[in-house]
């Protein structure tokens, strides 16, 4: 039976009828009080007691009329505090039913809202937290259970000890390349299933109870990224014990797996370190259990599993060269600015381009950012990077103005670059130096970033946006952010991370998350960028989704200038192109017309 909807502020629950009738009842109490005096001649002492009964009433009825007040105020002031611990994030207040009057109705409004918040805070809660396609703890996720459980001691004192297992899944991206995204998709959810099933986590259940903040000391399967996942397994140090424990997971997929249709032999690459005995730093364990799974892929043996010993350190010592050729690159300015196209998904023309920086070692040639930008992060030398990048950008696009081409440039920016109090500053006055219209400068930060200081991102945000820069959000849906902060900061474009466009043409989550944040960003006003689009599908899904501009390796990978004007010269002067890109994602010509 359908509960009876209760209809607040009505007929006697109204607060204004109350008042009325309160007011009716008291003021004609107070009226015969005073009149009945009159209708027949009365003594003087009588007179007087009747207008001290009328006073009386008065006063009455001014105090009740008081507690009336109050009874209603009351409830008022106690929603009115309980809607600020609401804006304060605390969703676990309590929101009380006072009444069937108007303040009721507004309870009610107020605790279902309540009731929204939290489920939409527990469903944002888990995409930051775990993996769309396994289901497995995320990245983000697995950090932040090493850094709790790496370095820590229990109650007597004693350190905790564990080890990780990176676990590499081989050829996973041939079957991507060969079979699509979801064929792989779908094998890697297998494959995190059966390790799931012989490692100590025992089941997915099991294992997502273990990575909450109650099961610390709990076994847990990660995804960590690509091909890649991560084992965290407290109390196990023993190498016997961590062999037989890499055998069973190596057993596990060394079977037939069958999707749709198809039969795959998937294999492992296995790399252990333990903690605290090889660090007692949770990056540095971490770090080392994929220098161990490196140097297992090299390895003759069928089942390759390695453990961290300290001679593979000559990774490292690699990464220190790379530190050494950026300083020098930056000495030298070394450094190289590629483009890649952004293109209407509307008209299919070139809208602008992000400038993406290369280094031009003398010996090793052209080194891509993914070798050397996390070491310039480490190494605190992305700061200057980043200016050389900005300069060289900024300058690019005034000589495009000159040439007759004027073209947007967007500038990813770090967070050491925007931390930086004179970092607004700086950026005006290179838009001074190349006399360069600030309209057509983009500068990106990340989700994280732009939630992580808000105090101080708003200001240098306010800085930019009054002198003409617009500001893109990048790699929006990858952080834990709080919308409210988010929505609370002046940008102009949002742009979806590559890591949802791998399933938008699909239907699944990938392709709802999409949609939800292009339709978040058009309700924000924003304009909409989708990167990382490499297939047709992914492409028309893109635009049939209503982003605005879409880029990726489908229109062009990152060329050096002199190529990308030979490129959009090619492209404007044949229009033929701009026909077959809506051709191809409206299905009607093959990829490869």
């Known amino acids: 039976m359908r509960k009876k909807e209760t209809i607040y502020g009505k007929g006697f629950n109204g607060i204004g009828i109350r008042f009325t009738l309160a007011y009716i009842v008291l003021a004609a109490l107070c009226l015969v009080l005073v009149t009945q005096h009159f209708a027949e001649p009365h003594s003087v002492s009588e007179t007087a007691e009747h207008v001290g009964l009328a006073a009386f009433g008065l006063f009455l009825t001014a105090g009740l009329m008081l507690l009336l007040s109050r009874k209603v105020s009351e409830p008022i002031r106690r929603l009115t505090e309980i809607a600020g611990r609401i804006a304060e994030g605390d969703l676990d207040v309590k929101v009380p039913l006072f009444c069937k009057c108007e303040v009721g109705g507004l309870a009610a409004s107020m605790r279902l809202m309540v009731n929204r918040l939290r489920a939409s805070t527990a469903e944002t809660r888990q995409l930051a937290n775990h993996d769309l396609i396994t289901g497995l703890p995320n990245r983000y996720r ?317 200001s240098q945000i306010a800085a930019l946006r009054a002198a003409g820069l617009r500001i893109a959000i990048d790699d929006f849906g990858t952080g834990y952010s709080n919308l409210v902060q988010l929505t609370g900061l002046k940008f102009d474009i949002l742009k979806v991370d590559r890591s949802f466009v791998s399933g938008i043409d699909c239907v699944g989550s990938s392709r709802e998350v999409s949609r939800a944040i292009i339709q978040l960003g058009k309700n924000l006003g924003c304009k909409v960028v989708v990167e990382g689009t490499e297939t047709p599908g992914q492409v028309a899904a893109a635009a049939q989704l209503g982003c605005d501009e879409i880029q990726g390796f489908y229109f062009s990978k990152p060329m050096k200038r002199c190529d990308f004007e030979t490129w959009r010269d090619l492209r404007s002067k044949n229009p033929v192109y701009a026909s077959l890109d809506a051709l191809v994602t409206r299905g009607m010509v093959s990829a490869t017309a």
């Not at 990780?164 to 094998?187: M, P, Q, S, W, Y």
């Not at 999707?259 to 790399?271: C, H, L, M, W």
């Not at 770090?287 to 140097?295: D, H, I, K, R």
């Not at 109090?421 to 219209?437: E, N, Q, R, W």
Request: proline content about 4%.
């Open 142 to 458: 697995l950090q932040t259970l090493l850094e709790r459980r790496v370095g820590s001691a229990d109650a007597e004192g004693n350190p905790a000890c564990g080890s990780v297992f990176f676990i590499d899944i081989l050829e996973l991206r041939k079957v991507n390349d060969r079979f699509g995204h979801e064929a792989a998709d779908t094998l890697l959810k297998s494959i995190a299933q059966l390790l799931i099933e012989a490692s100590p986590c025992l089941d997915q259940d099991q294992n997502l109870r273990n990575a909450t903040d109650d099961g610390l000391d709990m076994p847990v399967l990660a995804r960590f990224g690509g091909t890649e996942l991560a084992l965290i397994v407290p109390h196990l140090v023993d190498p016997a014990e961590i062999g037989a424990l890499a055998d069973r997971l190596h057993a596990a997929v060394a079977g037939i797996v069958e999707e749709a249709g198809r039969q795959f032999r998937p294999k492992i690459a296995v790399g252990v370190a333990r903690y605290p005995e090889d660090s007692n730093a949770a990056i540095k364990v971490k770090q080392y259990a994929a220098l161990a799974c490196n140097n297992a892929l090299a390895l003759p043996v069928v089942n390759k599993t390695a453990l961290f010993r300290t001679d593979m350190m000559q990774a490292i010592q690699t990464r220190e060269g790379i530190e050494r050729y950026l300083r020098t690159g930056i000495a030298e300015r070394q450094f190289e600015v590629y483009y890649q196209p952004k293109v209407s998904a509307s008209t299919w023309a070139v809208t602008g381009v992000e400038a993406l920086v290369r280094l031009n070692h003398p010996e090793r040639g052209v080194i891509g950012p993914g070798e050397f930008i996390p070491i310039a992060e480490i190494t605190g030398l992305i700061g200057d990077i980043g200016l050389i990048v900005l300069d060289e950008a900024i300058a690019q696009c005034a000589a495009w103005i000159r040439a007759g081409e004027p073209t947007e440039v967007s500038v990813n920016v770090s967070v050491e670059q925007f931390q930086n109090a004179a970092f607004s500053g700086t950026v005006i006055d290179l838009l001074h130096k190349h006399d360069c219209p600030a309209h057509l400068i983009t500068i990106e930060i990340t989700e994280t970033l732009a939630t992580t200081d808000v105090a101080g991102v708003s």
